[in-house]
C-alpha cells in the first residue's frame, strides 16, 4: 500500500519547496545532524512543490524514519529538519523473522532482553535495527547490546532502549519491525485478549484477564482466549458449583419443617376440646 507523509511549514507563507529524507546509519556524505547519530538518505525526486510526498514502494513500506524541510528564495532559505517520524509495516510471508525473549513488547528495567533476525529459505546478510531516542543505530553495537552467536542480548534494559527493532539486509530491505517499551515503573499495562465461551465471543478484557464472579451450573462450558498478537489458545471445560441444587434443598427442609410445626399446632388446637368432653362426660357419670 501507499503511504503519504506531510510537511507543514507557517500556513500563512507560500513559496515553500520541500525537501524528503529517510534515516539511516550514519554515512559519511550523507547530511546529517550534530545532535544525532544518523544521516539523512534523500529519496528519489526529493524535492517538491507539493507539501506532501507518496511513498509507493513495490513491497512492505521501507521501515525508518522520514524526515523533512522546506526552503524558499534565492539564495534558499531552508527550515530547520523536521523531527523524524517513524513508519513501519511487516509482510505477511516474511523471510526473515525478528525474534525476541522475553517473547513480549513490554519489559521491565534492568532486565535481559535477547533479539535475533532467524533465516528462512536461502535468506542471508540480515542484521538487527533499532530507532529510539538517540536515532537509528546499525547492529549489536557496544553502547547498546553484545553478539552471542546470532543473538543480540542487552543485559540490563533501561527506557532509553525503547523503540522500534526491525531486520535489515545489505540492500536495504527492511522487514518485521516491532515496537519494544521498556516501562520504568513496577507494572506493565497487560496485553487485551477476547474471551470466548463455546465458541461464542463475550467479552473484551484490556488486561487478559475475565473473572466470572458467582460461577454456577450454567457456566459449566468450553472457554478460551485470543490474542491480536499471538494467537488463541486450546479450548478449556470449567466445571460450575452446583449451588442452586443446594439452595432448593434448603427451601424444601424449611418448609417441611414449617408444615410439620402446622400440623401438630391444628392437632393440639382440635385434640384439646375433645379431651375436655370426654373429662365432663366422665365426671358427669360419677
Known amino acids: 500500500d501507499s503511504v503519504t507523509l506531510s510537511c507543514e511549514v507557517d500556513k500563512t507563507s507560500t513559496g515553500w519547496r520541500f525537501s524528503w529524507y529517510r534515516t539511516v546509519p550514519y554515512r559519511a556524505g550523507l547530511p546529517s545532524l550534530s545532535d544525532k547519530s544518523y544521516s539523512l538518505q534523500p529519496l528519489s525526486d526529493n524535492v517538491t512543490s507539493e507539501d506532501s510526498y507518496t511513498l509507493i514502494p513495490a513491497g512492505p513500506t521501507p521501515t525508518g524514519g522520514y524526515v523533512c ?99 535489515e539486509s545489505g540492500s536495504g530491505e527492511n522487514i518485521n519491525a516491532v515496537n519494544i517499551t521498556v516501562e520504568a515503573g513496577d507494572v506493565i499495562l497487560e496485553s487485551p485478549a477476547d474471551f470466548y465461551k463455546d465458541g461464542i465471543l463475550i467479552k473484551y478484557e484490556t488486561t487478559g484477564e475475565m473473572t466470572i464472579p458467582a460461577v454456577s451450573k450454567s457456566d459449566e462450558r468450553f472457554y478460551k482466549c485470543k490474542y491480536p498478537d499471538k494467537g488463541e489458545s486450546p479450548e478449556s471445560w470449567m466445571t460450575g458449583r452446583g449451588e442452586k441444587t443446594i ?36 365426671y358427669q357419670k360419677i
Request: glycine fraction near 8%; proline fraction near 4%.
Open 69 to 167: 524541510r522546506a526552503g524558499r528564495g534565492d539564495p534558499v532559505y531552508y527550515t530547520l529538519y523536521s523531527e523524524p517520524q517513524f513508519l513501519w509495516s511487516g509482510d505477511l510471508q516474511p523471510s526473515v523473522s525478528l525474534r525476541i525473549s522475553p517473547n513480549t513488547t513490554q519489559h521491565f528495567r534492568s532486565m535481559s532482553l535477547s533479539l535475533s533476525c532467524e533465516l528462512k529459505g536461502n535468506s542471508t546478510g540480515w542484521r538487527l535495527m533499532r530507532y529510539t531516542e538517540r536515532g537509528v543505530e546499525s547492529g549489536c553495537v557496544s553502547n547498546w547490546g553484545s553478539i552471542t552467536g546470532s543473538t543480540c542480548i542487552i543485559r540490563s534494559t533501561y527506557t532509553g532502549d525503547s523503540g522500534v527493532y526491525w531486520c
Open 247 to 282: 439452595l432448593i434443598t434448603s427451601y424444601l427442609f424449611i418448609i417441611c419443617v414449617i408444615v410439620i410445626l402446622v400440623l401438630m399446632l391444628t392437632y393440639v388446637w382440635i385434640c384439646t376440646p375433645i379431651e375436655n368432653m370426654i373429662s365432663q362426660l366422665n
